[in-house]
């Protein structure tokens, strides 16, 4: 089965400062690699995505995400972070092995700005 | 514009009672629906998915289940809830075909706590 590690439950930083989530996933075949996000009091919602192409993604907000094959990862990254990113941050992969069956999500990683 | 609807926002429940969760989609059609289940501390677990109308695939044996007995609307149901059935619901749906068929979209969430 899939699994998808990220590696940081927890992470403070001041504001300006760059920001990299790590995620690691277990399947080492064609996988699509999604970034969700879920602000304070809202939705789940998509940040960036990766399919094919260039594994160098940008998403919503100034976020970015490299897939690195060899190293089964997709790190989220931002060069400069705001008070308004504080949210809870999911990497999520499929690995097209099935149907229309759902995403493998990770455990989250709760980002907190400090201003 | 596609609009996920889920009901109730909050539920809290008797351990034995049953349970009824429903999710409307809006502005789609034949769409793929999911439910998730967040529980304290772990990400998200996907429960079902459904790519029609009566068609639901379980992920995790339980003691939930799914039906989808109209093209946009999907329900999870339970005859008698446990304790360990408390967290975090979310219903989540993706077209149907093409490449981006797998990007999910999440609605707001029910919140279920069982006593």
């Known amino acids: 089965a899939q699994s998808v590690s990220q590696h940081n439950h927890h992470v403070i930083l001041s504001e300006a400062a760059s920001l990299e989530l790590g995620c690691n996933y277990s399947?080492?075949?064609?996988?699509?690699l999604f970034w969700y996000v879920q602000y304070p009091g809202q939705h789940l919602q998509l940040l960036l995505k990766y399919f094919s192409g260039d594994p160098l993604v940008k998403g919503i907000k100034g976020f970015e995400a490299e897939f690195i094959k060899s190293k089964f990862s997709f790190n989220l990254r931002k060069p400069s972070v705001q008070w308004s990113d504080t949210a809870e941050y999911f990497c999520?992969?499929?690995?097209?092995?099935?149907?229309?069956?759902?995403?493998?999500f990770g455990k989250g990683t709760h980002l907190i700005i400090q201003p | 514009s596609q609009t996920i609807h889920q009901w109730p926002a909050t539920l809290v429940q008797p351990v034995g009672s049953p349970l009824s969760l429903e999710c409307t989609v809006e502005g789609t059609s034949n769409p793929n629906l999911y439910w998730y289940r967040q529980a304290a501390g772990r990400g998200l677990q996907l429960l079902f998915y459904?790519?029609?109308?009566?068609?639901i695939s379980s992920e995790v044996p339980q003691n939930l289940s799914a039906s989808r007995p109209q093209d946009r609307q999907f329900i999870l149901s339970s005859k008698k809830l446990l304790l360990s059935d408390s967290g975090f619901y979310l219903c989540?749906?993706?077209?149907?075909?093409?490449?981006?068929?797998?990007?999910?979209?999440f609605g707001p969430g029910t919140r279920l706590t069982v006593l």
């Open positions: 999520a992969v499929n690995d097209l092995r099935g149907g229309a069956d759902g995403l493998t």
């Open positions: 399947y080492g075949g064609t996988v699509n």
């Open positions: 459904s790519v029609g109308i009566g068609q």
């Open positions: 989540a749906w993706s077209v149907s075909s093409g490449r981006a068929w797998n990007t999910q979209y």
